[in-house]
């Protein structure tokens, strides 16, 4: 079974960075790509950003545009979201998520596996 494992939420003042990281193990694929996504107390769940297998394919939400970034080490099964320039409104549960395909998506019925979530606030 797989299992994702996020880290590095809290809490931080707006224009403040943040990194979170997940960690993926048990039973791995060995092309898969791995998502972002978050949600707000009262809101549905939201994509952030998404990369592909080999990295070098990725896409953003156009509210995180600019200020997030995604990256993956395959070597240690991890992918990361440094988040820059935080605004009270990127406050939410951020999730990561394993899609069984090298391609990927945005839509979150396209991924398999998710992590239970790591909040992040940002205060005004």
């Known amino acids: 079974q797989v299992q994702l494992v996020e880290s590095g939420g809290g809490l931080v003042q707006a224009g403040g960075s943040l990194r979170l990281s997940c960690a993926v193990s048990?039973?791995?694929?060995?092309?898969?790509?791995m998502g972002w996504f978050r949600q707000a107390p009262g809101k549905e769940r939201e994509f952030v950003t998404t990369i592909g297998w080999s990295g070098g394919n990725t896409f953003y939400a156009d509210s995180v545009k600019g200020r997030f970034t995604i990256s993956r080490d395959n070597a240690k099964n991890t992918v990361s979201l440094q988040m820059n320039s935080l605004k009270p409104e990127d406050t939410a549960v951020y999730y990561c998520a394993l899609r069984r395909s090298i391609t990927t998506a945005t839509m979150s019925d396209e991924y398999d596996y998710w992590g239970q979530g790591t909040q992040v606030t940002v205060s005004s």
């Open positions: 048990g039973r791995t694929f060995s092309d898969y790509a």
